[in-house]
């Protein structure tokens, strides 16, 4: 167990939809990063926070929106959804931003846009 | 930007043998590298990082890595394959942003078989 929590671990939904999904890093770690993992785009970075305040910006849509709250925790938002948004999201968190800290992973959300 | 390549989608390894797994990275300045495992339905693990120092780094699982400053490489080896080793390997290594953010680029992922 990473520490990281995920929910809902599923998620099956109608396109045209709005979904949140939700992110309890680990205690202590100030730092939550986004994750998409498909089959045909791989891992791709979404987006990351420190301490409430945005400090990287991936290949995150427009239709894709986050934040991360005074209590650490952080919620993808996904809206207008599509058929191509169907992918596993993962979220990880770090202690700090330094280039030698790892990261820990939750397991995912795994969507399901219908 | 920060890279990584994983040249084989696929390793297959009879238990007992030793295994490695191959990672080859681009980046501009000190390479800050990591591997993380990920099995069926579950997220990533962490295995091991290389920051700086000895060239062989050690990890979780009895798994270990040789950075190669020459070949600018990174692969994940294990002396004894066990099957319950059978995943899929990431390579990554970190990547930063305009406003001091880092995030971790990904390779494509190796998937590795052991078989009995």
């Known amino acids: 167990d990473s520490g990281v929590t995920q929910t809902p671990k599923h998620l099956i939904t109608a396109t045209g939809q709005r979904v949140t999904l939700r992110c309890s890093p680990r205690s202590g770690d100030l730092s939550v990063y986004w994750y998409q993992q498909s089959l045909d785009q791989g891992l791709q970075f979404l987006i990351q926070y420190y301490n409430g305040e945005e400090r990287a910006k991936g290949n995150i849509l427009e239709r894709f929106s986050a934040q991360q709250f005074p209590d650490l925790h952080s919620e993808l938002n996904l809206s207008s959804l599509e058929l191509g948004d169907s992918a596993l999201y993962f979220c990880a968190s770090s202690v700090g931003t330094g280039k030698g800290t790892e990261a820990f992973f939750g397991q995912g959300t795994r969507l399901t846009v219908v | 930007a920060q890279s990584v390549a994983q040249p084989e989608d696929q390793v297959n390894v009879a238990e007992g043998n030793p295994l490695t797994v191959k990672c080859t990275y681009s980046?501009?300045?000190?390479?800050?590298l990591f591997w993380y495992v990920q099995y069926p339905n579950r997220g990533l693990q962490f295995l091991l990082k290389y920051i700086t120092g000895d060239n062989l780094v050690k990890g979780s699982y009895g798994f270990e890595a040789e950075f190669n400053k020459s070949q600018t490489s990174f692969h994940l080896k294990k002396p004894s394959a066990l099957v319950s080793d059978s995943a899929l390997y990431f390579c990554?290594?970190?990547?930063?942003?305009?406003?001091?953010?880092?995030?971790?680029?990904f390779g494509p992922g190796t998937r590795l078989s052991v078989l009995p």
């Open positions: 980046v501009s300045g000190n390479p800050y």
């Open positions: 990554a290594v970190r990547d930063w942003g305009r406003n001091y953010g880092q995030n971790f680029v």
